[in-house]
């Protein structure tokens, strides 16, 4: 049961591993990109590309009928990755196992829905993969597996979402294989990560410069980060603390180093209207913007 890229690991994994996968379920065909033509998701994709029978329901928790189409299945267990549904109690129930799930983060630290990103922001040194037992709580349930990775200067979103992908796919495994018992979480050191909207994307030039390169790093490539230039919103796609002291949003020389609440902002790759991506010097060849140019 799993819906983005996240989950494609983790199904290609247990098809390799020889597991019998009775069916996969994922959200439905939804519009996307310009022309807003209708598109499976990557997870049926691949499931169909398998050979796997795919049921797409558009919901489940009032569902009756639904709920019993997948007792119906009479699993030993039901793997769970990015799926987008509640499960409701019948569903957790089902399997012999119950429905395990493979969470972006080292529970019981950010549970929610932006585990990943939330990591990155924080200034988190590393974070990893939980397998847990579902239950009726948002991401409570006992844990059978956990392993961490670490958090670079250089870490994005991209390349830890990639990297947790990977390592859920191994993780869901050996869960499967080794029929752990499952532990239950601790009780303290609980946080949350909420979903993520376009408008945090937005840079705070009061913010300290540490802290606006974690978010360039962490809302990477979704859902970007940005600012005002001139009146047009320049998307920032790069940037790193530099050092540099004024006031928070002015240019401090012509190289696109900003200062902020605290240190400065060296952005080093950026997007403008219309334009492709570009790293700083070709972009200041067609927009200059010397010392005193405000960002907002």
Same mark, same amino acid.
């Given at each position: 049961?799993?819906?983005?890229?996240?989950?494609?690991?983790?199904?290609?994994?247990?098809?390799?591993?020889?597991?019998?996968?009775?069916?996969?379920?994922?959200?439905?065909?939804?519009?996307?990109?310009?022309?807003?033509?209708?598109?499976?998701?990557?997870?049926?994709? *691949?499931?169909?590309?398998?050979?796997?029978?795919?049921?797409?329901?558009?919901?489940?928790?009032?569902?009756?009928?639904?709920?019993?189409?997948? $007792?119906?299945?009479?699993? &030993?267990?039901?793997?769970?990755?990015?799926?987008?549904?509640?499960?409701?109690?019948?569903?957790?129930?089902?399997?012999?196992?119950?429905?395990?799930?493979?969470?972006?983060?080292?529970? /019981?630290?950010?549970?929610?829905?932006?585990?990943?990103?939330?990591?990155?922001?924080?200034?988190?040194?590393?974070?990893?993969?939980?397998? @847990?037992? @579902?239950?009726?709580?948002?991401?409570?349930?006992? @844990?059978? !597996?956990? #392993?961490?990775?670490?958090?670079?200067?250089?870490?994005?979103?991209? *390349?830890?979402?990639?990297? %947790?992908?990977?390592?859920?796919? #191994?993780?869901?495994?050996?869960?499967?294989?080794? &029929?752990?018992?499952?532990?239950?979480?601790?009780?303290?050191?609980? *946080?949350?990560?909420?979903?993520?909207?376009?408008?945090?994307?937005?840079? &705070?030039?009061?913010?300290?410069?540490?802290?606006?390169?974690?978010?360039?790093? $962490?809302?990477?490539?979704?859902?970007?980060?940005?600012?005002? %230039?001139?009146?047009?919103?320049?998307?920032? !796609?790069?940037? #790193?603390?530099?050092?540099?002291?004024?006031?928070?949003?002015?240019? !401090? &020389?012509?190289?696109?180093?900003?200062?902020?609440?605290?240190?400065?902002?060296?952005?080093?790759?950026?997007?403008?209207?219309?334009?492709?991506? @570009?790293?700083?010097?070709?972009?200041?060849?067609?927009? /200059? $913007?010397?010392?005193? *140019?405000?960002?907002?």
């Amino acid at each position: 049961m799993g819906t983005p890229d996240f989950a494609v690991p983790a199904l290609r994994a247990l098809h390799d591993a020889g597991h019998d996968i009775a069916c996969v379920y994922t959200q439905p065909p939804r519009p996307a990109g310009r022309g807003h033509a209708v598109h499976p998701s990557p997870v049926q994709r *691949t499931a169909e590309a398998l050979g796997i029978p795919v049921r797409t329901p558009d919901r489940l928790r009032r569902d009756k009928a639904a709920q019993e189409a997948f $007792a119906a299945l009479d699993l &030993d267990a039901a793997v769970v990755a990015a799926y987008g549904l509640i499960l409701p109690d019948a569903m957790l129930s089902a399997p012999r196992r119950g429905c395990l799930n493979i969470h972006a983060s080292l529970l /019981p630290r950010w549970r929610g829905a932006a585990p990943i990103q939330a990591a990155i922001l924080a200034g988190d040194s590393e974070s990893g993969v939980t397998i @847990m037992q @579902m239950d009726a709580g948002l991401d409570t349930g006992p @844990m059978l !597996l956990r #392993e961490a990775v670490p958090i670079t200067q250089t870490t994005t979103a991209a *390349t830890l979402h990639d990297a %947790l992908a990977s390592l859920g796919a #191994e993780l869901i495994v050996r869960a499967l294989a080794e &029929d752990s018992r499952p532990v239950p979480q601790p009780e303290d050191g609980v *946080t949350y990560a909420p979903k993520l909207a376009r408008s945090d994307g937005r840079l &705070d030039w009061a913010e300290p410069a540490d802290a606006l390169a974690r978010k360039v790093r $962490a809302l990477n490539p979704w859902p970007g980060t940005f600012c005002l %230039l001139g009146g047009e919103t320049l998307k920032v !796609l790069a940037a #790193e603390a530099a050092e540099g002291e004024g006031e928070p949003g002015i240019a !401090l &020389d012509a190289g696109l180093r900003v200062a902020a609440g605290s240190g400065a902002l060296r952005l080093t790759r950026v997007q403008a209207p219309g334009r492709a991506a @570009m790293d700083a010097a070709a972009f200041l060849r067609g927009h /200059p $913007a010397p010392a005193g *140019t405000r960002f907002r």
